[in-house]
């Protein structure tokens, strides 16, 4: 399943909300993306018809399973690539943010995952040897848990 940046946008903005608020509405995502309702709607609905989120008009909005696994890949990847540009590339905040929300959309899973390795390797986290797959968050969470020890 291809989405374009902005689908990718409104289901990681629903996930984050989902995990801050208890229900997650048209408006709620119109502000935190500075959006029109008309916008949101529809962007709603095609993420409805790619079975990622259940919704019906003026309810609540809710990830589906599948939804909830994109874009918790989504926000990895996202992740590694601005990880990868501020750290050992040093590239400003900024453009990192920006920049990364482009290039994860035309890397593989396969150049993902190679460049999670890269990047945890040269950052001393971990060489994530233990077959770290950008499908598989079992193993990004020993790099944080790592991390987060220093």
Do not use: W
Not at 22 to 29: L, R
Not at 117 to 144: M, W
Request: aromatic residues 4%.
């Amino acid at each position: 399943m291809e989405l374009t940046n902005s689908q990718e946008e409104y289901l990681k903005t629903i996930y984050i909300l989902k995990n801050t608020k208890n229900e997650i509405k048209v408006t709620e995502i119109a502000n935190k993306l500075n959006k029109t309702k008309a916008s949101v709607n529809n962007a709603i609905n095609s993420l409805k018809q790619e079975g990622l989120i259940d919704y019906e008009p003026y309810g609540q909005i809710e990830l589906t399973k599948q939804g909830e696994t994109l874009a918790q890949k989504i926000i990895e990847a996202n992740d590694i690539v601005k990880l990868f540009l501020t750290e050992i590339i040093n590239a400003t905040e900024e453009n990192a943010e920006n920049e990364a929300k482009s290039i994860k959309t035309v890397l593989s899973d396969d150049t993902l995952n190679k460049l999670a390795r890269y990047t945890h390797k040269e950052l001393g986290l971990t060489s994530l040897d233990c077959g770290y797959d950008i499908n598989n968050q079992r193993c990004i969470v020993c790099a944080r848990r790592k991390e987060s020890k220093k």
